[in-house]
């Protein structure tokens, strides 16, 4: 939970840092990134995800440390690539509690598309919490329905992708 924390808040820090030595690539709202290559290493040797967070998003982070950081939260898909839309299967049984997906993008217009088993496109309601940012969507669903999910992500660039599931299931 508290390294989930230090990852985001150390990724919103490299990438200001980053910044502040490379005007060739602009950091600030609506633009993702840059960050430092050291940084996007450590996260794709370790299942990390580093999240491009303009100043005035930084607040939105504790959006996905509510939904990764509890004690009965496991991490059930990581995946990260280069360029070109990727098809993911998530398969949610009747013990998850809550589901969490979380993508980020280091360029701008990258899109993740959620859709239950029902067939129906997840977006934000009463129920459903739904963060969209810059570089960075994360969606929460309390009580999933069981089956199938399908997540697409459409990176401009490269991607992170993770979800969490909350389950009083735990194997140790």
Avoid at 24 to 34: A, I, L, N, Q
Avoid at 86 to 101: A, E, Q, Y
């Amino acid at each position: 939970a508290v390294v989930g924390a230090l990852l985001i808040l150390t990724g919103a820090l490299f990438a200001q840092s980053a910044a502040q030595r490379n005007r060739s690539r602009p950091f600030g709202p609506g633009r993702c990134g840059p960050a430092d290559p050291v940084y996007l290493k450590g996260a794709r040797e370790t299942g990390g995800q580093p999240f491009f967070l303009s100043p005035s998003e930084v607040g939105s982070r504790a959006h996905i440390m509510r939904g990764t950081s509890a004690s009965d939260s496991t991490r059930i898909l990581w995946a990260t690539d280069g360029n070109g839309a990727r098809d993911f299967s998530l398969p949610v049984d009747g013990t998850i509690k809550r589901l969490t997906i979380s993508a980020s993008f280091d360029g701008t217009g990258g899109q993740l598309t959620i859709v239950s088993p029902d067939g129906n496109p997840v977006s934000g309601d009463g129920r459903i919490q739904d963060t969209v940012l810059s570089c960075v969507r994360i969606v929460t669903v309390p009580e999933p329905r069981a089956g199938l999910w399908r997540v697409t992500t459409a990176p401009s660039e490269r991607f992170w992708l993770v979800a969490h599931a909350r389950s009083d299931l735990d194997i140790e």
